[in-house]
């Protein structure tokens, strides 16, 4: 298979764990017989220094010719008091936009030999394995016009939504529930909003075409609470673009292993964007010490979402596990006994299974 990535590293980390990735990619490539190639360019404030903007034109015409994108991480204290639209952030979300990245899948699933380290206890977290599907290119973070009038004395931000808008992120949920464990919560907040009234309404009248599916409505306010309360309750939950951000926030440190988690955004032709759900970690950018998992487990999602590579996508996550079993980990995750290791060796012991384990089951293979 032939295919063209486009590496966007961003700030902070995100270039050293961009680094990991294409090393992980590199060696399945390598073992599947697969071309990928790799293109990289400048986004958020790497952007910002060199070309002053957060998302050059370049970038976005390379995304748009790529068959993905990676991203590693935008943002940093050196860009903070920049004026809005020349803020890292804006990068982000402006490619998220320009290729109408409508769906956000943040899967969340704890690491058994990590579980101690959740602020929950074991007994509540244990179990837990869910996706958040949120809408990622409408909503307050997209409405017109968000401004301040009458000499900053009234500020407007507006939430919109189109009906399509709605209806495809909920399709893109109720797909993904029936591929899981069949169930659905969607989450918004129907007794106050309009757009949640709409919203409810739609999934409503989506349901008949997923009888397979059991839905439920929480308010997001309940749903805050529930997934600390009783996280292994939820199997898909689907929602707005800020509820989203929100509810994805909280349940990724349900797991005590926030380096970790991966996500995907994709629009309606499969090409799609991945990238950790970790910030830039400014305060450890450059040490060597940041944990690569989280964006390595994003090249599996590609593999897996865009390129329908699933045993390749597999690979890379027994990978992952098997680091972990072995007690390796890096600073971010406390494990005891464990073995610290730096964002280099944590690669290696990755690269180095992807290999070995290939490698035997071929052996295997001619063997028999
Ligand atoms: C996220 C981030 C972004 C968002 C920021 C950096 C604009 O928090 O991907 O969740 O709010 O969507
Ligand atoms: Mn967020």
Redesign the pocket.
Known sequence: MKKRIVLLPGDGIGKEVMESAKEVLTAIAEEYNHTFSFETHEIGGAAIDLYGTPLPDPTVEACKQADAVLLGA??GPKWDQNLSHLR??RG??GI?KALDLYA?LRPIKGFKNLLHASPLKEEVVAGSDLLIV?E?TGGI?FGTPSERRENGQVVVDTLSYTRYEIERIVDKAFQAARSRRGRLASVDKANVLESSKVWREVVEEKKAQYPDVEVEHVLVDAAAMKLITNPSHFDVIVTE??F??IL??EASVLTGSLGMLP?ASLNESGVGLY?P?H?SAPDIAGKGIANPTAMILSAALMLRYSFELEEEAKLIENAVQSALDSGYHTADLQVPNGRLVGTKVMTRLIVDYIKTQNASKCIASCYY
Request: without cysteine.
């Open positions: 935008v943002g890292p952030e982000l979300l998220r956000n949120r990622l973070y673009n800020m989203g951000d994805s926030d996500s990238e759900v910030g």
